[in-house]
């Protein structure tokens, strides 16, 4: 069965130091060490996952002031092993023209996806009207967002969260911009803790709202969602990893014990995503 990870950061230096004082908290809400790899081992870790990889940039110069894991770094990456499907583009809304300059560079010229928002570590709400001429211009170039929902471990346990406020990842920012520009196509990522009933809600509500399951074990998974799943959401469900948060095998594995059907599985993994995106 062909399995498409949404949702795979790079983990290489690069990516260790775009994040500034946010690794060490990582490590503490995943009890283990984060630690960088090289570029030839990330890629064997998808090979031997078998899995067909979408990078994700992360760029978080205007709110920790660090080198961004930037665009042409992860189409360069996504450019030179074939497991490396196609890549999310990262950019920061608070810098107006710019961000919407780079949007277009990253379609136009790098042919990227589309683009993953993290508005928690951004600082922003999705749904924020002086941000609505960066929608625009996504929305009239014809591609995908992604964007992360519920709570984070960056920044979980720091004083203040480092200045990051959950709020801003709340599902109805989703809502009201899926409201407002419904052509757009919206990825919502991770099972939006602690408010998955309202991000339910949201996928099932707005027609160009979908939802992947990245950064989450899924044996955790509420029982309601659980069923709805293989329900209501079956079509609008996607797999993520959110690697390398969660290994792979350990993340097959449960999904693989929820019960699911093989015709439900091939909707998850792959059909989905496909038939949304493009893939």
Known sequence: MRKIDLHCYPNTQRWIDSQGPYPEALAAYWHREWKAKTEEEVVEEFQAAGIDAVLVALDLRTTINTVPCDNDY???????????????????????????????????DLKMLGFHF?????????????????????????????????????????????????????????????ADFPNLTIIMAHPGYPWIDETTVCALHKGNVFWEMSGWAPKYLP?????????????KVMFGSDYPSIPHDRLFKEWGELGYSDEMLEKFFHGNAERVLGL
């Open 223 to 235: 029982e309601a969602l659980k069923r709805d799943i293989r329900g209501r959401l079956k079509d």
């Open 74 to 108: 992860v189409a360069g990456m996504r450019d030179r092993h074939d497991c490396i499907i196609q890549a999310w583009g990262a950019i920061e809304p608070a810098l107006g023209q710019m961000a919407i300059d780079e949007a277009k560079h990253a379609i136009h």
């Open 118 to 178: 993290h508005p928690i570590m951004q600082h922003f709400s999705v749904d924020d009207q002086r941000y609505y001429p960066l929608w625009e211009e996504i929305n009239a170039m014809k591609v995908p967002v992604m964007i992360d929902v519920g709570m984070t471990g960056m920044g979980a346990g720091l004083p203040g969260g480092h200045g990051a406020k959950t709020r801003h990842a709340h599902p109805a920012s989703i809502d009201n911009l899926a």
